[in-house]
């Protein structure tokens, strides 16, 4: 199985890995960044986060040809805290989130992630979970899916998608993943759509949804903050500007003063800021990497330090 892990090596050097350290891997996926964590610690110990049934299988076998200090912990990390308390491990030193989708979930059509290929309209991480994309598209009332796609889209003609969607559903069923491409085509016209493809950010709306990714991010990140241990690390690794905002700010929060408390000499301990950014501006792909690996393209990878 042919899985990239985005920015790898530099992941792992931001992380600054100790061989006794306790380390968390938020998203799992196919154990690529969690096999490097794994080789660098000798006594200490990696929690491993996944939503995904199919990842877990493939990872806990390739992690175990490694070593034997691991625990995959099956949910997705919106539980960060609660599950890693349930595991006495409420101080850790070094989580990584990476936020994208790995490429076989995309390459699998049956999982409905693809625009590009045929497969039922699915999306779950959670399989064992019945809420889908294609609940969303059926069920959704109009101005909610217009809600939905202004704001996890980004997409200035969601009105005319959102209208081709009601319009089609009244007849029939949506339930394919190209079925619901060529909606979103007639909705806006060919012209637009072979321009802008509007269908990537479409599904990246329903794929958020699904699996409820950004209020996982604004819940988990934060608790990661409070977990770590001084001189631990969070690196986070996003892929569209929605998500990077979003980390952006929780490190802008929690990495700065409070303007109330801005230029006293004695700050209280409580409004001190936790973190520190290891880069002030995002760092992205080499050009090596771009070339190996297309899908790496928009990565971008944020530091933080605990003080």
């Not at 290929?117 to 779950?124: S, T």
């Not at 598209?137 to 081709?164: C, G, P, Q, W």
Request: proline share 3%; net charge neutral.
């Amino acid at each position: 199985m042919k899985h990239y892990s985005v920015m790898l090596q530099a992941a792992i050097k931001g992380l600054n890995v100790k061989d006794d350290g306790i380390y968390v891997d938020a998203t799992l996926g196919y154990a690529g960044h969690s096999s490097e964590i794994l080789k660098r610690i000798k006594t200490g110990k990696l929690f491993a986060f996944d939503a995904d049934s199919e990842a877990i299988n493939y990872s806990r076998h390739l992690l175990s040809e490694i070593s034997s200090n691991f625990k995959i912990i099956h949910s997705n990390f919106f539980y960060l805290k609660e599950k890693l308390e349930e595991e006495g491990a409420s101080e850790v030193d070094g989580f990584l989130f990476d936020l994208g989708l790995s490429s076989p979930e995309i390459d699998n059509e049956e999982r409905g992630f693809s625009f590009m290929k045929d497969g039922l309209l699915d999306m779950r991480m959670d399989q064992s979970k019945d809420f889908s994309a294609k609940t969303i598209v059926n069920t959704y009332k109009e101005e909610d899916l217009l809600k939905l796609f202004y704001e996890y889209a980004e997409e200035k003609r969601s009105k005319e998608i959102v209208k081709e969607i009601i319009k089609y559903r009244k007849a029939k069923e949506i339930t394919h993943t190209l079925e619901l491409v060529e909606i979103i085509k007639n909705g806006v016209g060919a012209n637009y759509f072979y321009k802008h493809h509007p269908e990537r950010t479409i599904f990246q709306a329903l794929r958020i949804e699904v699996n409820g990714e950004l209020k996982a991010i604004e819940k988990a990140l934060p608790e990661a903050i409070k977990m770590l241990k001084k001189g631990g690390r969070i690196c986070v690794i996003t892929f569209h500007s929605l998500e990077d905002r979003l980390v952006k700010q929780i490190f802008k929060k929690y990495s700065e003063v409070d303007e109330i408390f801005k230029g006293m000499p004695d700050i209280p301990e409580e409004y001190k800021p936790l973190i520190k950014l290891i880069n002030k501006k995002p760092l992205t792909p080499t050009e090596e990497e771009i070339k190996e690996n297309s899908r790496s393209k928009s990565a971008k990878l944020r530091i933080v330090e605990r003080i």
